[in-house]
């Protein structure tokens, strides 16, 4: 950690700058975590991870409609730590004054932060309920509760004020984690509160930034391919991006204009296996922290299944390749803007000492690219999960409506 004086110099820095987001080697907060697992039996994984698919192609669609209706309406970059627990990654987030600590799931497919799954709210003087009942569902999971506002703790010290929080009387499918924060754009939050359906209720990122602690609106997010159950392995960094945690520099694609990509962190994205089999041809859909696998439409996941020769595995629901098939693996590109991002033969591996976590054998190689459950064209045609995030450094900017991508030390990692 900083000492006093030197944080408060680097805060008065950081403020001289505020015109574009903040580059730092040093975390000023850093969290760290253990993993935990959260994958109940066979089939599991891919099947939340296409119920969510599905929950976010339906729910992005009424918000897009809900919009034409007319319904709606400078400081430090701070690190936060993340934890992968198999499915989701989580970051202990204290809330109240004093604070008690809550695990809550890092989502850039929801806006809304809630907790009380598992752990009971503590209320304290800073604890403000409001008129609003609020509500969300998720595809593998929903939660109906109260709305109050209270401090909001982030790392050791980094607070905001005033943040709106769920407060669940009922949940499910929430199991090994308290809540979710939500860091997705603020749109997704229309509708939610009950009576006041149409206001819009900022996240954290947003309060950070408009009470002065960061420059800009924007999360940063660092994780790291891994092998073992317990490990902390990601970071989240407020209104910057940690040099650090990445090589080279950071490419920036604008967000897309497509329905339902739209409403999400959205993109134009095209991918291609080896030297230019086409899997998917350019086309919208989003990049998610809470989705594990990399989803890819039916006919883009038929082709890459043939281009691969590999099987579907009925036990755990992922295709399933041979060593000799794997050794002729070829990279997967996938390409938005002008710029080409690889994903090696290895990164698309599920790692192989977590096989038995998904139901599966410990001699079989399963691959982390899937079915989407839906056609390419209907606007949300791929989800660039965490399997591919953990490859690739990845910028959430709501004030420059763009999402951005980096290589890491871990891009090319044979880890799996």
């Known amino acids: 950690m900083f000492p006093t004086a030197s944080l408060t110099a680097l805060l008065i820095l950081a403020v001289s700058v505020v015109a574009k987001p903040i580059v730092v080697r040093d975390s000023f907060v850093t969290l760290p975590f253990a993993k935990q697992l959260n994958i109940t039996g066979a089939l599991d994984l891919v099947h939340k991870d296409q119920a969510r698919a599905q929950a976010l192609r339906t729910h992005g669609s009424a918000k897009a409609d809900a919009r034409v209706q007319g319904l709606s309406a400078n400081t430090a970059v701070t690190s936060v730590g993340v934890t992968n627990v198999a499915t989701v990654y989580v970051a202990s987030v204290g809330v109240g004054s004093p604070a008690t600590s809550y695990s809550l799931l890092i989502d850039t497919g929801s806006s809304n932060t809630w907790l009380g799954a598992t752990k009971a709210y503590v209320k304290t003087s800073t604890s403000t309920k409001t008129s609003d009942s609020v509500s969300v569902r998720y595809g593998s999971g929903s939660f109906s509760g109260t709305e109050y506002t209270d401090t909001v703790t982030l790392g050791s010290g980094l607070t905001i004020t005033n943040q709106s929080i769920g407060v669940a009387s009922r949940s499910s499918g929430f199991t090994g984690f308290d809540g979710i924060l939500g860091i997705g754009p603020t749109d997704l939050t229309l509708k939610t509160l009950s009576p006041d359906a149409t206001s819009l209720i900022p996240t954290v990122t947003d309060n950070l930034a408009s009470q002065g602690t960061i420059p800009t609106d924007l999360v940063a997010v660092s994780f790291e391919p891994t092998t073992s159950t317990s490990v902390t392995n990601g970071e989240l960094t407020f209104g910057g991006t940690d040099a650090s ?25 095209s991918i291609s296996y080896g030297s230019g089999t086409t899997i998917l041809s350019s086309t919208a859909g989003i990049v998610d922290t809470g989705t594990t696998l990399i989803l890819i439409a039916t006919d883009a996941f038929t082709r890459y299944k043939t281009a691969t020769g590999a099987v ?23 390409t938005t803007g002008s710029t080409t991002f690889e994903l090696t033969a290895n990164a698309q591996l599920w790692p192989r000492s977590l096989n038995s976590y998904i139901g599966g054998s410990s001699s079989n190689i399963y691959l982390v690219v899937n079915d989407l459950g839906s056609p390419s064209g209907e606007g949300l045609d791929f989800i660039n999960g965490y399997t591919f995030l953990e490859r690739f450094y990845s910028v959430f900017d709501t004030t420059n409506k763009r999402v951005g991508f980096a290589t890491t030390s871990f891009t090319t990692a044979t880890s799996n």
């Open 245 to 269: 945690k990445f090589t080279g520099s950071v490419t920036y694609i604008g967000l897309t204009g497509t329905t339902p990509a739209s409403e999400y962190w959205g993109i134009d994205q």
């Open 312 to 334: 579907l595995d009925n036990t755990t629901g992922l295709l399933r390749i041979t060593s000799a098939q794997y050794s002729n693996l070829k990279s997967l590109f996938f």
